[in-house]
T-cell receptor, first 117, second 114 residues
Framework: AQKVTQAQTEISVVEKEDVTLDCVYE???????LFWYKQPPSGELVFLIRRNSFDEQNEISGRYSWNFQKSTSSFNFTITASQVVDSAVYFCALSEAIAGGGNKLTFGTGTQLKVEL | EPEVTQTPSHQVTQMGQEVILRCVPI?????FYWYRQILGQKVEFLVSFYNNEISEKSEIFDDQFSVERPDGSNFTLKIRSTKLEDSAMYFCASRGGTGSNEQFFGPGTRLTVL
């Protein structure tokens, strides 16, 4: 069975600080996908990134960066120079790549990020 | 840019009533999903649907729930006899096909059961 753990329930930072959101996953599959979604106060789920299990290269997109380490089963997300608009709940999710399967997403419990002035 | 749409945005119903939540997935997508999120909790998988049948369902998706793709565009979730604990945000998602693993989510329908 697949499982995603986001141990940080809530993080508060001051604007312009860097912040890292942790994600640890469990799966028995060798092929899987990892995701981060942002859920702003308006409630929609905004896709941020997808990584597959064969690609451990870290990725940077503007102020966002992701650190994928299979050795520790972690997929951490860093926001550099945080802004008030980054305030949201961030979910990490896992999908196993099963042939003919539905590839359902298993979500973590989310981390509430509050960025204050 | 194509997007998943859901109606209504908010549905209020009495306990025991039937509700139908509607979704229009992205037009060329093949896989469809429903998830739910009880207020303040994580997003939970309900069901996946492919080739006009359920491909996987969770323990939450019991006999009170059903899904249907009645035509080429809509994807519906029916709850036959709603309970207080069905109050949640329901998200529809769709995915292109094999090799396309990203699920695109709709804005959600907030269901309130009184």
């Amino acid at each position: 069975a697949q499982k995603v753990t986001q141990a940080q329930t809530e993080i508060s930072v001051v604007e312009k600080e860097d912040v890292t959101l942790d994600c640890v996953y469990e799966t028995r599959d060798t092929t899987y996908y990892l995701f981060w979604y942002k859920q702003p106060p308006s409630g929609e789920l905004v896709f941020l990134i997808r990584r597959n299990s064969f690609d451990e290269q870290n990725e940077i997109s503007g102020r966002y960066s992701w650190n994928f380490q299979k050795s520790t089963s972690s997929f951490n997300f860093t926001i550099t120079a945080s802004q008030v608009v980054d305030s949201a709940v961030y979910f990490c999710a896992l999908s196993e790549a099963i042939a003919g399967g539905g590839n359902k997403l298993t979500f973590g419990t989310g981390t509430q990020l509050k960025v204050e002035l | 840019e194509p997007e998943v749409t859901q109606t209504p945005s908010h549905q209020v119903t009495q306990m025991g009533q039937e509700v139908i939540l509607r979704c229009v997935p992205i037009s060329n997508h093949l896989y469809f999903y429903w998830y739910r999120q009880i207020l303040g909790q994580k997003v939970e998988f309900l069901v996946s649907f492919y080739n006009n049948e359920i491909s996987e369902k969770s323990e939450i998706f019991d006999d009170q729930f059903s899904v249907e793709r009645p035509d080429g565009s809509n994807f519906t979730l029916k709850i036959r006899s709603t309970k207080l604990e069905d109050s949640a945000m329901y998200f529809c998602a769709s995915r292109g096909g094999t090799g396309s693993n990203e699920q695109f989510f709709g804005p959600g329908t907030r269901l309130t059961v009184l």
